[in-house]
Each structure stands twice: as C-alpha cells, then as structure tokens.
C-alpha cells in the first residue's frame, strides 16, 4: 500500500471546486451508511436527504467526478464509496502525528475512526518528559526532540497540532520544515505556514459561539412572535369591544336623553 508521502489526491488538479470537496466526506459517511446495510442502489434525492444537501447540488458535485448515475436506477453505492475514497485520497494508507497528548490529544489518540478511513496515527508526540513512554491509546508517547526523526522514518505527511496555543506555532515550524504539508489544528491559535501547506482549523469555542448566536436569534424571534400575537389578541378585543358598541374601557356610552 502506499504511504502518504508519496502521492497527493488528484482533487486540485482535476478542477473540483473547493466546496465541492468539503461535501464529499458527507456523501462518503452517508454512503458507508447505505454500504454497511447492504443497500446496492440509491437516488440522488435519497443521497441528498441523507447528506443534508439538495439533489441539484449533488448531481453537479458527482459531476466533477464523472459519475451521473442511471436513469430509474439510481447511483450504485459501492463504485461511488470507492470513487469518492479513490478522489479524497482514502484509497491508500496516510501516517499521521499527533502533537500535544494532553486531554485533547488523548481523545484524538483513542478515536476510533481514523483507521477506517485510510489514516493511521503513526507517532504520539509530547514535550513533557514524563509523558514519554506512557502507552496513549496503545502507542507510547514520544518527545517532541523525536519530532524530525518521526516524520522522516515513517513518511509523515499530515499533522495534527493538539498544544496549547502559545506552543502552536513553534510545533508547526518543526512539522513544516520536517517535511508535512497538511495540518489540522486544534489549538486556539491562527496559524502561519507558507504557500503549499494546508491547514485546517478545529476551535470548538468558536463553533460553540456560533450557536449561541443562532439560539440567542431565535429566542428573539420567538419574542417578537410572542408580542405580535399579543398586539393581535388586543386590536381583536377592542374591534369586538367597538362592534357591541362598548367604549375604549368596555363600559357601555352612557345614552343621551331624547
């Protein structure tokens, strides 16, 4: 099998859109889903719902890929899982470090989904000296004076930084100059790389704030609904008040003498 130094996916190259490829890992879990319930076919539609995108969407990104189903048929699920894990890379084995086995690292360690998805976490790299040696998840942790040594030795591509964000950028340095031009980062910290070098960034405070904003905006909307139902219920009563021919207060007009 080949390592992930050795190739890059061909998603660049081919011309497919960057939002297109942020929405092939959904069409791949949801696809894995269908595969591991033994279900041969799927529609667009269903593909979509499943994917939380639209049908158009979708046809246009299996487009990219050269793949448009059958007519009446549908899309066969095991060819687009091997498709979509052929152009996302997952065809083949990918080594990856974490650095930073703090509670963070430690949980990324133990997931269990990395190998089912063509990545092996090759090396647990950690600058406290008595982390090293401490088995994390069945690996035993290294020192960060490893680092160079790591990369080299098992054809390490992609990174994962785990740190605190004061160590960030020191860690990314290191990674970057060993040789690893992708990363994912979970430190609270924008990162500063050179040109050929991804990096994507994880910060769980921001998602969180996100949707604050989201519940913060629909408690005010469910106010305003609140209000405006209210402000109906009073005009309702005071046009009935009016048409029984009671006054503003819903006292009857006292009647003049003729």
Not at 85 to 102: A, C, F, K, N, Y
Not at 163 to 174: E, K, M, N, S, Y
Not at 193 to 198: A, E, I, K, T
Request: charged share 20%; with cysteine.
């Amino acid at each position: 099998m080949a390592t992930g130094r050795t190739h890059r996916p061909a998603t660049r190259s081919r011309g497919i859109p960057e939002a297109t490829v942020a929405r092939l890992p959904l069409y791949l879990r949801a696809l894995t889903a269908l595969s591991e319930r033994s279900v041969p076919t799927v529609s667009s539609e269903e593909l979509a719902a499943a994917a939380g995108v639209n049908s158009a969407k979708l046809r246009k990104d299996f487009s990219y890929l050269g793949s448009y189903g059958t007519r009446g048929v549908g899309y066969d699920v095991e060819y687009l899982v091997y498709q979509i894990s052929r152009e996302l890379g997952l065809t083949q084995d990918w080594p990856v470090v974490i650095v930073g086995i703090g509670n963070l690292g430690a949980a990324l360690a133990n997931y269990g989904g990395f190998a089912s998805r063509g990545f092996r976490v090759a090396a647990l790299i950690d600058a406290d000296p008595e982390m090293a040696g401490k088995p994390v998840a069945g690996i035993p942790v290294q020192h960060t004076d490893e680092l160079e040594k790591i990369i080299d030795d098992n054809g390490v591509s992609i990174g994962v930084i785990a740190t605190p964000a004061g160590a960030a950028q020191q860690v990314c340095d290191r990674l970057v100059a060993a040789g690893v031009t992708s990363i994912l980062n979970f430190a609270p910290t924008v990162l500063t790389v050179p040109d050929g070098v991804d990096v994507r960034k994880v910060d769980l405070s921001i998602e969180l704030q996100i949707l604050a904003f989201h519940e913060q905006r629909k408690a005010g909307e469910e106010a305003e609904a609140q209000a405006g139902a209210a402000m109906e219920a009073e005009a309702e009563a005071a046009a009935a008040a009016k048409a029984a021919g009671k006054g503003p207060d819903g006292d009857v007009p006292a009647v003049m003498p003729a």
